[in-house]
């Protein structure tokens, strides 16, 4: 197993995810046996970093891991878990909800603890002092009952700036969606130097984008074997991440035990992509980016002449992240926090935007096609 030192620990490269845990009836339904086997085997192997949160599972991945991880030596494994953030109705429990996931997990201590999923619909709440949180949360990394404090985001530059300007001082970590669509598509590049400036590591999450990157069509397959034969899907995701310094682990949510075992092969030796692979992932990223996605460069002729002053690149760029993603979260939430005459829906299709889109993107058919999607 490679390591990576963070301030005097070594933390495996490859962290254990347990946002997608084996199941048998449903999601909510963890297979506590399986799961003991799985961890079992992970650190019999290296793997040192667990990654849990109180939303996992509708709750119950926190109390799994509780009891599997108690089965362990507490000095043989660093445990990370969230304050649930995500949900702006916790932001006046950060007491109650960390008592509770003390318990939970069966410890007295969190080696790593999360401002969870900071974005554009709760950034205003964590930075409102009445809710404490940040204060809190510092409070409990005195008592030592926090040993690390960072945060996790979906969020865009801006609201990570704003995050940052207030709680920055405090913050020992990042952890960011990175993968080789996303270091493009969703800024990933950016967000890393953001955070590198000001002296915090990156650790990963999504480093197959969900199971997305997992598989691959075949004529990516094709491009991908002339470069490297050997390699699988998910072996290109995590070469890839290898060949970013900044990050110290890479997080898996793996939910069977094969995909545990070919996870810790790859991650038993650091082995970069070379310049030829290099150049064949990025050819097979940019076709997906450009197949999936609309060709706005955000000149921004369209918004001069919007009668109703619709930021149309930013909603574009929501618009390609829903359908790249499929749907998922990020684009909905972000949409969910304009104003309502600022949404998609409030385009009148008038078609004063496209007259003047040097790409020729049919901008109202997207706004109804978003909409309606969106419903």
Known sequence: MIYNDFKGLKLSALGMGTMRLPTKEGYNDIDEEKTYEMVKYAIDNGVNYFDTAWGYHGGNSEITMGNVLSKFPRESYYLATKFPGYDVSNMDKVEEIFEKQLKRLKVDYFDFYLVHNLCEKNVNEYLDPKFGIYEYLLKQKRLGRIRHLGFSTHGSLETMKRFLDAYGDGMEFCQLQINYLDYKFQQGKEKIEMVTKLGMPVFVM??????????????????????????????????????????????????????????????????????????????????????????????????????????????????????????????????????????????????????????????????????????
């Not at 070919?262 to 650091?270: A, G, M, Y």
């Not at 050819?283 to 002053?309: G, N």
């Open 206 to 375: 999504e480093p197959v984008r969900g199971g997305k990157l997992a598989t691959l069509p075949q004529e990516y397959t094709d491009i991908l074997k002339e470069a490297n034969k050997d390699y699988t899907a998910p072996e290109w995701a995590f070469r890839f991440i290898q060949g970013l310094p900044e990050v110290k682990v890479t997080l898996s949510g793996m939910s069977n035990f094969d995909q545990l075992c070919e996870n810790i092969k790859t991650f038993n030796e650091s082995k970069p992509l070379n310049d030829k692979e290099s150049a064949a992932l990025m050819k097979v990223r940019d076709d997906m980016i450009c197949k999936a996605s609309l060709p706005c460069t955000s000149c921004r002729y369209c918004t001069d002449h919007c009668p109703m002053e619709l930021d149309i690149p930013k909603i574009i760029e929501l618009y390609n992240e829903y359908t790249m993603s499929k749907g998922g979260f990020i684009a909905p939430m972000v949409v969910g926090t304009m104003p309502e005459n600022k949404r998609p829906s409030a385009c009148i299709g008038c078609k004063s935007c496209e007259a003047v889109c040097p790409q020729q993107i049919k901008i109202s058919d997207m706004m109804a096609d978003f909409s309606a999607k969106l419903r």
